[in-house]
């Protein structure tokens, strides 16, 4: 199993970014996605998931209005729309995937970072 994730870069507060994960070796469509993300001396925290489907997805409070998780299962790939970026939002965000009946995600990305300027 492999899960890719790229989009990651440098931006001004109030900017965009989009980032993506595409999964391998695994049936995408059995799976809940998650993004979480890890600031330097803080521990990794979930940032949004999506179930299998696409048709149910939850947020930490800190991004709910700005952040949007999507999904499309033909592509195999998660993605994140990252909008009105916070300095507070820096950190490497990982991708990770959930069998859709299992507590605990099995399978991760290498990460992204995200840098939010000031």
């Known amino acids: 199993v492999q899960l890719q994730a790229s989009g990651g870069g440098w931006v001004q507060a109030g900017g965009s970014l989009r980032l993506s994960c595409v999964a391998s070796g695994l049936t995408f469509s059995s799976y809940t996605m998650g993004w979480f993300r890890q600031a330097p001396g803080r521990e990794r925290e979930l940032v949004a998931a999506i179930n299998w489907s696409g048709a149910h997805s939850n947020y930490q409070d800190s991004v709910k209005g700005r952040f949007t998780i999507s999904r499309d299962n033909a592509k195999n790939t998660v993605y994140l729309q990252m909008n009105s970026l916070e300095p507070e939002d820096t950190a490497v965000y990982f991708c990770?995937?959930?069998?859709?009946?299992?507590?605990?995600?099995?399978?991760w990305g290498q990460g992204t970072q995200v840098t939010v300027s000031s």
């Open positions: 990770a995937a959930r069998f859709f009946s299992s507590a605990e995600y099995a399978y």
